[in-house]
């Protein structure tokens, strides 16, 4: 079985321009969740998206958002992108919200540097 | 004061030794608990759930105190593959009743080198 995969895996940008990172989930998996991932630092959390639906926003400013789709994959867009914005991005994807059921399983991530 | 703090580390230990990490959380409406292992340049994994009643996988054994907002890791008989950093995560779950935000806090991270 696949695990999660995410595309690309590596990317260059410059300051002001967009980014569009990409999140399959693990096969029955409902929910994806986002962080952004600074080297020396544990992973900070972006979004959590659950049946296409957000439930849970990290402190991140607005120029990051994100969508689930009905097949549950996900993006992940940046805009007017900063060189703070260089990092690893994760995504995990879990079962879903019910107790016990948030075990996440992470992709290898999109490692995304901004000139 | 960061919501998840870890030991600051980085502990470097020698094989077949004892090791302790441990977790403070600062939000009490968490809700479950977990240790994940990060190797060099890879994404974390999970190592194992937290109960309360404390839970024990192999060499590794993991608590939590609720009222002190206390997570801890042992392992024992370290070996060199041990070697890695070991990441505190707490989650709180969005309810119907509460639509309380779902987040997932990581801790910085404690790094843990096993040295033959």
């Known amino acids: 079985d696949a695990g999660v995969t995410q595309s690309p895996t590596h990317l260059i940008k410059t300051r002001g321009q967009h980014v569009t990172l990409r999140c399959s989930p693990i096969?029955?998996?409902?929910?994806v969740s986002w962080y952004q991932q600074v080297l020396g630092q544990g992973p900070q959390f972006i979004f959590q998206?659950?049946?296409?639906?957000?439930?849970g926003r990290g402190n991140f400013p607005d120029r990051f958002s994100a969508r689930q789709f009905p097949n549950y994959s996900s993006e992940l867009n940046v805009n007017a992108l900063l060189l703070g914005d260089s990092a690893l991005y994760l995504c995990?994807?879990?079962?879903?919200?019910?107790?016990?059921?948030?075990?996440?399983?992470f992709g290898a991530g999109s490692r995304l540097t901004v000139l | 004061r960061k919501e998840v703090e870890q030991d600051p580390g980085p502990f470097n230990v020698p094989e077949g030794a004892t090791v302790a990490f441990n977790c403070t959380y600062s939000?009490?409406?968490?809700?479950?608990f977990f240790w994940y292992r990060q190797d060099c340049r890879k994404e974390p994994k999970l190592l194992m759930s937290?109960?309360?009643s404390g839970n024990e996988d192999g060499r590794f054994t993991a608590q939590l105190n609720r009222a002190s907002q206390y997570i801890s890791l042992l392992i024992r008989d370290s070996k060199l593959s041990d070697s890695a950093t070991y990441l505190c995560?707490?989650?709180?779950?969005?309810?119907?009743?509460?639509?309380?935000?779902?987040?997932?806090?990581f801790g910085p991270g404690t790094s843990l080198s096993v040295i033959p």
């Open positions: 995990a994807s879990s079962l879903g919200q019910t107790s016990g059921a948030n075990v996440l399983t």
């Open positions: 096969s029955g998996h409902k929910s």
């Open positions: 998206y659950y049946e296409k639906e957000e439930r």
């Open positions: 939000n009490s409406a968490s809700q479950s």
């Open positions: 937290v109960y309360s």
């Open positions: 995560v707490v989650n709180i779950e969005w309810t119907p009743k509460q639509k309380s935000n779902d987040k997932v806090i």
